[in-house]
């Protein structure tokens, strides 16, 4: 019983020991806030910036997995376009192997990451042309295996298709070289 009549039957009331602890209290309280205010937002700020960091060196990971990517296509697609320019009267290409898919599966974030702008613009060109080259070739080989196969004077659409096609894929080879400097020009570590 002493010791709740000491808590509870005190001499001096409540508000007098509540004065005494009051501002010191409220002192630590403030110095609290003052000093733990900037020291969380300091911390808040290198977290984001550490953040920021991170992200930046994913981008550009997914950029040189993507630019990758593309130099390894043009340079599969090389061997194809060769042989596409140097297609001779009266010949046809039966293998479809251009890789233009591979723009199609990282085209948009590359181009949204790219340095240049007319550098996506150049590597967007070449694969919309490989695209076209491959629609020629499918023409091409249709007016000898397919239904237009039986149409008279079908010989001049075979040579302007032909020609088309030399042409096109004697650009596309060309571009090749000028695509992979231009991409290892803006990033050597490629």
Known sequence: MEGFEAMFCASSPWWVSFWAGFWPNLAATLLGVIVGLPCALWINRKSESRRRERDAEQEREDLVVSLRAVL??????????????????????????????????????????????????????????????????VRLLDTYVGPSAALIQINIPREAIRVHINSLADLLFREIDEIDAAIRADYPDL
Do not use: C, P
Request: aromatic residues 8%.
């Open 72 to 137: 390894d296509a043009i340079d599969r697609n090389r061997g194809y376009l060769g042989v596409a320019a140097q297609l001779q009267v009266g010949h046809y290409l039966v293998q479809r192997d251009l890789d233009f898919s591979t723009w199609e599966v990282v085209g948009t974030r590359t181009v949204a990451m790219l340095r240049s702008a007319g550098n996506s613009r150049m590597i967007a060109r070449h694969f919309e042309r490989l695209k076209e080259l491959d629609g020629l070739i």
